[in-house]
Every structure is written in structure tokens, then in C-alpha cells.
């Protein structure tokens, strides 16, 4: 796969991923009610000598779900064990993972949703009781061996709550949902992480990369790191607003953090749908992605800029999409509305809603 300019999923250079990442809480920047409650939930677990309850994160990739899995696990003084579901293949597979866990052990599961049904079940149990149950031998000769396990903390992450199944969910004691992050809290971390990278930024600079970032922390890293490239073999090493408005240029990326793929989706369903609606499998092969990087990375900041809505007929663009990409708006044509008093939804379909704290 081509090097994406922004897309969380291709990150491509993990050494910058993990220096730049938060190590304590206190340098979470942004999702105070999150950071407060977990404060609140870590303080109570430790006074009681407990390990923490199972922590369900869920939201668009890059606003920090793996970054708050390590940060438990150092404000817990505890160990982090990080796996991701479509690597469990099979039940041995997980039994191999809870069996060697510490009492108090983060135990991370990254794209939960991916989790096979034949390794649910002993993972219900394992939250519940601390045990699972083990078959061994075959045949009329098979006996079923009751292994006790540690007491740990289990994080699940997902990009799609919706697909998690609800038996699996509720045994998540602790639900937290993250969202985009606003303007001041993007420009907090993009000014740390330039910090971190040793490179001077103005603050004109800081406020053009916040708006570009599509409200997502590893996105606006990764662009911060694009920028340096620019000013150091451009100009003449400072992250000026002149480096970043040109290095938007380059990287075909808009004032409101819109990059072509976005503009394609939004013209797609305009100019071959009639403004939608539209079906998501439709409109994916039509732009010519994977369903899945669809629905999971363009369609939820689309729906928080309020420029296409998800209803139960498939896709429709707002009136904003047609001003956006330079269209007049229909006279009696199917738009959606953006919310009014220029505050977009938050991405959150009704199935996320239960989510929601
Ligand atoms: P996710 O697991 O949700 O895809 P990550 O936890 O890997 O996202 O975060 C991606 C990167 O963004 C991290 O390397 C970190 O540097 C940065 N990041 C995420 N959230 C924050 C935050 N609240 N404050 C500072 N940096 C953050």
C-alpha cells in the first residue's frame, strides 16, 4: 500500500509513534471528562489494593485508545500485555495469553469488534470468574480442566462498538467513548510534539495544523512531521504559517483538513447520486475504497463536519457538502441538514449511542 499523507492506519514509522506518545496521564492532553473519571476509577482501585475494572474504549483510529492502555498501565504500576483480535486465531491461542498474565496485568486487546465467537465465550468467563475452562484429550476420553487465572484488567479497543457483540460488552465494567478533539486541545499537543521533535513551530503555524488535522491526534502529529520535512529542505528550518499553508498545497489537503479522497466522496455522491442517498457499499466501490476504511476513517469526521449524514437509506450530502465542492445546492433536490448553530453531530450513529456515558 501507498504512503498515505494522514491516514491513521498506514502510520508507517512506529519509533516516531511512541516517542511522541503521552506516558502519564497528566500529558493526555484533552478528554477532561475521560481523564477525570479515570483518575477518579485508578485512585479507588489502587486505595483498595484492587485491580482496575475492564475498560471498554471505542472511537476513530488515531484519538487514543492505545496510548490510554499504556497510561493505565503506569499510573496502575502494573505490566501491559498488547494483542490485536484477528491474531487470535484460536482458542489456544488466547488461553496462551490469559494463562500467563500477572495479577494486575493491562491486558490490551486492540479492533475487539474482530474477535472471533468461539474465543468470546472463553473470554466471558475469564472477565467474570478469573478462569477458563480448558478441554484436554479427544474423544470420550476429552475432560474439561478449570485453570484459575490472575486478576487482570482488560482494555478493549474498537473502532466499531456497534459490531461488538452485547454479551461481550456489558462485561465491561468501565465504557468510555472518544471523540475528535477540539481546536485548543489539537493545538496543545501539536505544540508538545514539536517540543519533543526539537523543532520550532509559530503559532500562527500551530493553529493552520490544528484545523487540518481532522480533530485526531495522530493525524496532526503526522502532518507536523511533514511540515518539518518541508521547512528543513524548503525554507529555512521553523514551521512557519507560510511552510504549512504551502505544505497543504502539496499534500492537497484543505483549510478545513479535507484531503482529496474526502472532495471524491463528497462530489461522488453529489454528482452520481443526486445528492443520495446512498448505500455505504454502493459509495465505497464508487470512490474505490475498502468498505471498511469508509466507514471507519472518512465517514465519521464527514458526518462531524457536518457534511454528509448516514440515514437509513444510505448516505446524503448537506448543503455545506455542495458549497464545499464549488455546487449550487438543488432547488428541490434531497439535502441533508447540517445541525443548526454551526455545532456538527459527533460522528455517533444510534447503535453507538449506548456507548455514551
Ligand atoms: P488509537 O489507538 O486510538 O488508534 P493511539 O493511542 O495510537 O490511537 O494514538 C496515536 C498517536 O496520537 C499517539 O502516538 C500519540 O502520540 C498521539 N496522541 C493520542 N492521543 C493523545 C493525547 N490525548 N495527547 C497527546 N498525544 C496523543
Known amino acids: 500500500m501507498d504512503e498515505h499523507p494522514v491516514r491513521p492506519e498506514f502510520e508507517d514509522d512506529d519509533v516516531y509513534e511512541n516517542r511522541l506518545r503521552p506516558q502519564r496521564l497528566e500529558d493526555f492532553l484533552g478528554q477532561e471528562q475521560i481523564k477525570d473519571n479515570l483518575r477518579v476509577f485508578i485512585t479507588a482501585a489502587k486505595e483498595r489494593g484492587e485491580c482496575l475494572d475492564h475498560l471498554f474504549l471505542s472511537g476513530p483510529?488515531?484519538?487514543?485508545?492505545?496510548?490510554?492502555?499504556?497510561?493505565?498501565?503506569?499510573?496502575?504500576?502494573t505490566d501491559l500485555r498488547?494483542?490485536?483480535?484477528?491474531?487470535?486465531?484460536?482458542?489456544?491461542?488466547?488461553?496462551?495469553i490469559l494463562t500467563t498474565l500477572q495479577d494486575g496485568t493491562i491486558f490490551f486487546i486492540d479492533e475487539?469488534?474482530?474477535?472471533?465467537?468461539?474465543?468470546?465465550?472463553?473470554?466471558?468467563?475469564?472477565m467474570e470468574d478469573?478462569?477458563?475452562?480448558?478441554?484436554?484429550?479427544?474423544g470420550p476420553a476429552a475432560r474439561t480442566l478449570r485453570v484459575p487465572l490472575p486478576q487482570f484488567t482488560l482494555v478493549g479497543a474498537t473502532t466499531r462498538p456497534g459490531m461488538?457483540?452485547?454479551?461481550?460488552?456489558?462485561?465491561?465494567g468501565i465504557p468510555l467513548r472518544l471523540d475528535f478533539y477540539r481546536h485548543e486541545e489539537l493545538e496543545a499537543i501539536i505544540r508538545r510534539s514539536a517540543t519533543i521533535l526539537e523543532v520550532p513551530i509559530?503559532?500562527?503555524?500551530?493553529?493552520?495544523?490544528?484545523?487540518?488535522?481532522?480533530?485526531?491526534?495522530?493525524?496532526?502529529?503526522?502532518?507536523?512531521?511533514?511540515?518539518?520535512?518541508?521547512?528543513?529542505?524548503?525554507?529555512?528550518?521553523?514551521?512557519?504559517?507560510?511552510?504549512?499553508?504551502?505544505?497543504?498545497?502539496?499534500?492537497?489537503i484543505d483549510k478545513n483538513g479535507l484531503e482529496e479522497q474526502d472532495r471524491q466522496i463528497l462530489r461522488t455522491i453529489?454528482?452520481?447520486?443526486?445528492?443520495?442517498?446512498?448505500?455505504?457499499?454502493?459509495?465505497?466501490?464508487s470512490v474505490g475504497e475498502e468498505i471498511d476504511s469508509l466507514e471507519v476513517f472518512y465517514e465519521p469526521f464527514l458526518i462531524q463536519q457536518g457534511l454528509i449524514q448516514r440515514t437509513a437509506r444510505g448516505r446524503v450530502a448537506t448543503r455545506r457538502a455542495y458549497e464545499i465542492i464549488g455546487l449550487p445546492v438543488?432547488?428541490?433536490?434531497?439535502?441533508?441538514?447540517?445541525?443548526?448553530?454551526?455545532?456538527p453531530g459527533n460522528g455517533a450513529t444510534r447503535e453507538d449511542q449506548r456507548f455514551l456515558f
Open 202 to 252: 509559530d503559532e500562527a503555524a500551530v493553529g493552520v495544523l490544528a484545523d487540518s488535522c481532522r480533530g485526531t491526534p495522530r493525524v496532526a502529529n503526522r502532518l507536523l512531521r511533514r511540515m518539518r520535512d518541508f521547512a528543513q529542505v524548503l525554507g529555512d528550518g521553523p514551521i512557519t504559517s507560510a511552510v504549512v499553508s504551502d505544505g497543504m498545497k502539496r499534500l492537497n
Open 330 to 343: 438543488p432547488e428541490n433536490g434531497q439535502v441533508g441538514t447540517t445541525p443548526p448553530n454551526g455545532t
Open 112 to 126: 475487539i469488534h474482530r474477535l472471533k465467537s468461539s474465543l468470546e465465550e472463553m473470554l466471558y468467563v475469564a
Open 82 to 96: 498488547v494483542t490485536s483480535a484477528p491474531a487470535l486465531e484460536k482458542p489456544k491461542d488466547l488461553a496462551g
Open 164 to 172: 461488538v457483540a452485547a454479551p461481550l460488552f456489558t462485561r465491561f
Open 130 to 138: 478469573y478462569e477458563i475452562d480448558w478441554v484436554i484429550g479427544q
Open 270 to 285: 453529489v454528482e452520481m447520486y443526486g445528492g443520495g442517498p446512498v448505500g455505504a457499499e454502493t459509495l465505497a466501490i
Open 61 to 77: 483510529p488515531g484519538l487514543g485508545k492505545t496510548t490510554l492502555a499504556n497510561i493505565m498501565a503506569r499510573e496502575m504500576e
